[in-house]
């Protein structure tokens, strides 16, 4: 049985072989230059840096030094490349193109430009469109220094659908819920917008990685005085694990306190079992718990409690 890793693993070498063979990378020379890929890189990096050392280029691009003595001896034999003395350190070259260099610089970065421009105009606008959306989170996720952080926002137009669509999605996907599941989320939704009153409700979109959808929570009016209700809290998938949950309870919990609230009540399923632990950490206790039919199947249903 093929495991999720090996899957994964797939995946990424499926794009990298459509990648490399759709921009013409394992062509002996990039573009129709005398430069090899990596020869390339490095005449782009010499071009974008102000008196570079070969170290600095070095690190940059992970090339092994052998190598990048290679090419750099090559560009300067070529007339491409010039060095002199760092004047702070007497044993660092510094490196820069010549007026020949900058020109072949300009040419190749011309053809390379010509190349993805024609791949991109060869597709489909929504193709590309997808294609140049995907390509930026690439970038974003490799060049990311540290995990995501999660931040909190109010309410816009469209979040509300938003909120409705995802967790529909999410739930029939991952606990096999219908969709009456998303009539209920709808209706609770819609009540919350007709009847919101700042003074009892509130609400969070969390967002990750450059205003990335990573989940939401409700607060609302209970049925009796001096309760509140928790709801409507989900993440998603791909935000789990980085302390998204955590924040939105924390701050439905916080909020509560606030407005004056003596208790704050959820509803939960026994599947949860990720949701269910943020409630046990964040204080709150199982008050009742029976087998009823919901969403298309029997679940686990579950009333807990958090005293203010």
């Known amino acids: 049985m093929i495991t999720q890793r090996e899957q994964d693993i797939a995946a990424l070498r499926a794009f990298n072989r459509t990648y490399t063979l759709k921009l013409g990378l394992l062509q002996p020379k990039l573009d129709k230059s005398p430069f090899t890929l990596s020869e390339a890189r490095v005449l782009y990096e010499l071009a974008q840096r102000t008196d570079p050392t070969a170290a600095e280029i070095g690190r940059v691009l992970h090339l092994d030094r052998a190598q990048l003595s290679r090419t750099l001896k090559r560009f300067t034999d070529a007339g491409l490349l010039a060095s002199r003395d760092d004047p702070a350190h007497g044993r660092h070259r510094l490196l820069a193109l010549t007026e020949e260099g900058r020109a072949t610089y300009q040419a190749l970065e011309a053809a390379t430009c010509e190349v993805v421009g024609g791949l991109l105009e060869s597709l489909p606008e929504p193709r590309r469109n997808r294609l140049l959306a995907a390509a930026s989170d690439i970038v974003g996720i490799f060049e990311a220094a540290s995990p995501p952080s999660p931040s909190l926002r109010g309410l816009r137009p469209g979040d509300l659908g938003m909120v409705i669509a995802r967790q529909a999605i999410l739930y029939a996907r991952e606990y096999g819920y219908d969709s009456d599941y998303e009539a209920l989320i709808a209706a609770i939704l819609a009540e919350f917008h007709q009847h919101f009153d700042p003074a009892r409700d509130d609400a969070w979109i969390a967002e990750c990685d450059g205003?990335?959808?990573?989940?939401?929570?409700?607060?609302?009016?209970?049925?009796?005085?001096?309760?509140?209700?928790?709801?409507?809290?989900?993440?998603?998938?791909?935000?789990?694990?980085?302390?998204?949950?955590?924040?939105?309870?924390?701050?439905?919990?916080?909020?509560?306190?606030?407005?004056?609230?003596?208790?704050?009540?959820?509803?939960?399923?026994?599947?949860?079992?990720?949701?269910?632990?943020?409630?046990?950490?964040?204080?709150?206790?199982?008050?009742?718990?029976?087998?009823?039919?919901?969403?298309?199947?029997?679940?686990?249903?579950?009333?807990?409690?958090?005293?203010?």
Do not use: H, N
Not at 254 to 274: C, F, H, M, N, P
Not at 278 to 291: I, N
């Open 211 to 308: 205003g990335r959808l990573a989940g939401s929570i409700f607060l609302v009016r209970g049925d009796q005085p001096g309760v509140g209700k928790l709801r409507l809290l989900y993440v998603e998938p791909e935000m789990r694990g980085v302390g998204v949950g955590k924040l939105l309870v924390d701050s439905c919990v916080k909020r509560a306190r606030a407005l004056g609230y003596e208790r704050l009540e959820l509803w939960t399923d026994s599947q949860l079992v990720s949701a269910r632990r943020l409630y046990d950490r964040a204080g709150f206790s199982r008050m009742d718990v029976r087998q009823e039919r919901f969403f298309g199947q029997d679940i686990g249903s579950e009333t807990w409690a958090l005293d203010l």
